[in-house]
């Protein structure tokens, strides 16, 4: 138990607060840690190993332990060929995407007011909307909020915040986000990602019950209530301090701004049509969950490609033997190439983003076949589809092997070797 006001890296204890004021950057990505282990964190974030000997004066308590402080050496060998190509303080967003983010924020926002001000909430208005949303959420506050557009903590701040604009929370995501489906990419203890629910069975350890052997059919209907039911539990995580686990009582400091930051958002898609509508209000607000079915459908959708395919790995917490470049490999899946990465922010790039969190998707297809290769030499399987309808097809199966399966196969429960 890592106590509070504290954080671990390796077997080491320091000061959150202190770190947090040294943090280039920013305090948030440190106070978001704070009572956890955040090594993988660190390691991913910054492919290097911790600088414990410059910063000793912050440690407050320094465990037992059998060996070194290091990384995964295969993750620190790819770490290497990787720096070599696109060095950290190259890693950031190019002048090229500030003009592209800016652009489709700025265009989604004129649309947004044109479509108030003429009171026009049809449907298919409301449909293109709900796509600009997505894509925002993919190509803007995802970087963003992982500190990837910007070395200056500022700026990644503000462009994260545009997840507010499109109906969730900031805060909300990078605790669920960050701190868990990072970190623990399908672990069956961990992941909030795999939690699942009655309907949908995505983790092994959920009973199996006769009617998820139909989930691989009706499962892209339910991606449809993903938009408003995302929302929706974004204002109660953010009033409860919990997904999945409990906030940082170190984020007590931002919660009151994000609260109201979320809820009024939100609440503009309640009262402005209510004000500005031309005809029945019922007739307004079905439309208007047009935007929500189609936003949060195109968000959903491609996450659950990318972790949810046939040969997939789930493991648990006490599975010491998958290391962080196998964990991260063989938990995710990439699908097309740079053009579908262009329009979707560079998350079908899905591999090299769990690997490298920290750097900006435009750089994605230049490091995507150094890992590919990297992992075809030391024999780790790394899982490309052609298309999104091979991707689609695995997908499938595999929803169908969880939902008739109790035990599946590609489960590395902790007594399997590797």
């Known amino acids: 138990m890592i106590p509070s006001d504290t954080i671990q890296i390796n077997q080491i204890l320091y000061d959150t607060d202190s770190l947090a004021e040294f943090h280039p950057g920013g305090p948030?990505?440190?106070?978001?840690?704070?009572?956890?282990?955040?090594?993988e964190a660190f390691h991913t974030y910054h492919r290097r190993r911790f600088p414990h000997d410059k910063l000793k004066q912050y440690q407050t308590f320094k465990k037992s332990f059998d060996k070194p402080h290091t990384m995964d050496p295969?993750?620190?060998?790819?770490?290497?060929?990787?720096?070599?190509?696109?060095?950290?303080?190259?890693?950031?967003a190019p002048l090229t995407y500030y003009v592209?983010?800016?652009?489709?924020?700025?265009?989604?926002?004129?649309?947004?007011?044109?479509?108030?001000?003429?009171?026009?909430?049809?449907?298919?208005?409301?449909c293109l909307l709900g796509m600009f949303f997505a894509l925002i959420g993919l190509n803007i506050q995802h970087d963003a909020n992982h500190g990837a557009i910007s070395k200056h903590f500022w700026v990644n701040r503000i462009f994260g915040l545009s997840q507010n604009w499109i109906?969730?929370?900031?805060?909300?995501?990078?605790?669920?986000?960050?701190?868990?489906?990072?970190?623990?990419?399908?672990?069956?203890?961990?992941?909030?990602?795999?939690?699942?629910?009655?309907?949908?069975r995505m983790n092994p350890l959920k009973p199996l019950l006769p009617h998820q052997a139909f989930q691989y059919i009706y499962l892209f209907a339910l991606l449809g209530l993903f938009g408003i039911t995302y929302s929706c539990t974004s204002i109660g995580n953010n009033m409860m301090l919990w997904n999945h686990t409990h906030y940082s009582h170190k984020l007590h400091s931002y919660i009151d701004f994000e609260r109201n930051l979320t809820i009024l958002c939100g609440l503009r898609w309640i009262f402005l049509p209510a004000f500005f509508h031309k005809h029945d209000l019922w007739i307004t607000y079905s439309q208007v969950f047009c935007l929500f079915v189609t936003g949060g459908f195109y968000l959903a959708f491609f996450f659950v490609l990318s972790h949810n395919y046939d040969g997939v790995c789930h493991c648990d917490s006490q599975n010491k033997t998958l290391g962080t470049l196998k964990k991260q490999v063989l938990t995710s899946s990439n699908v097309g190439g740079p053009w579908l990465g262009f329009i979707n922010g560079g998350l079908n790039y899905q591999i090299e983003h769990h690997l490298f969190p920290r750097i900006h998707h435009s750089h994605y297809p230049t490091i995507a076949p150094i890992v590919r290769e990297f992992c075809h030499e030391k024999k780790i399987q790394y899982t490309h589809f052609p298309d999104i309808f091979a991707n689609i097809q695995s997908c499938l199966k595999h929803l169908h092997l969880m939902g008739t399966l109790d035990t599946p196969p590609f489960y590395y429960p902790k007594q399997k070797k590797d």
Not at 28 to 39: K, Q, R, S, Y
């Open 28 to 39: 948030l990505f440190v106070e978001l840690f704070d009572g956890l282990d955040a090594t």
């Open 74 to 92: 295969l993750y620190e060998e790819l770490c290497q060929e990787v720096n070599r190509i696109l060095p950290p303080h190259k890693s950031f």
């Open 100 to 126: 592209k983010a800016i652009v489709l924020w700025f265009t989604t926002i004129a649309y947004e007011v044109w479509i108030h001000a003429q009171g026009d909430y049809y449907w298919y208005h409301m």
């Open 167 to 200: 109906g969730g929370s900031a805060l909300d995501w990078m605790h669920q986000h960050v701190v868990q489906h990072h970190i623990h990419c399908n672990d069956i203890d961990h992941d909030p990602d795999i939690t699942g629910n009655l309907l949908l």
